[in-house]
């Protein structure tokens, strides 16, 4: 027999004497193991999350309600983030304008229009009751909030803001809208035609 016979039966003979010392630890080694899994619940992936907020039980139905109203919620809020960041008041920095109405002692009526427009230039209004010439409203305690009063009699009336040379038909607080040659105008409607004007 030459070295590497040797070597190798050593070898042999020591990997038996070890697997014959430790062989005990390996009985009931499958017991054990199933006695320990059987108290562990299984991690399921995020695709069995998924089926059981699909699944018709009532467990499932309250995970769907769930589900579909915090997309609603989240829908409803970037819904209005997009419109205020759309709207004059978004850009202006905040507040409300709107066109309102007062009826005087003698029963002439009038609107207030206001527009918040901090850091704007020039702020005016165009309607079918001015023939569409701007009337400037005026900010003078430079507050940012630019209105006007105009006489106006009661009835339907067609209205847009010019902020600094831009078009701002769309009054959150208006009565309507109508779109016509390719902008929005707003519509309000004054005195007894409206009654809450």
Known sequence: ????DNLERMLRDSLRHEVARDAFR???LEKRVATELSGRVPRGSVWDSLKRII????????AQLAVVGVTALVFMVLGAFIGNKLSPIGLFGGGRHSIQAAVSASGETSA???MPAPGAKSVAVVGDFNGWTPTPLSDPNN?????ARIPLPPGRYEYAFIVDGHWWGQDP???G???SFGSYNSVRYIGRVGEGA
Do not use: C, K, Q
């Open 55 to 62: 699944a018709p039980t009532s467990r499932g139905r309250a």
């Open 26 to 28: 390996l009985e009931g």
């Open 1 to 4: 027999m030459n070295n590497e």
């Open 177 to 179: 809208y109508v779109h």
């Open 112 to 114: 207030l229009f206001v």
């Open 143 to 147: 507050d940012g909030i630019w209105t």
């Open 173 to 175: 607080l208006a009565d």
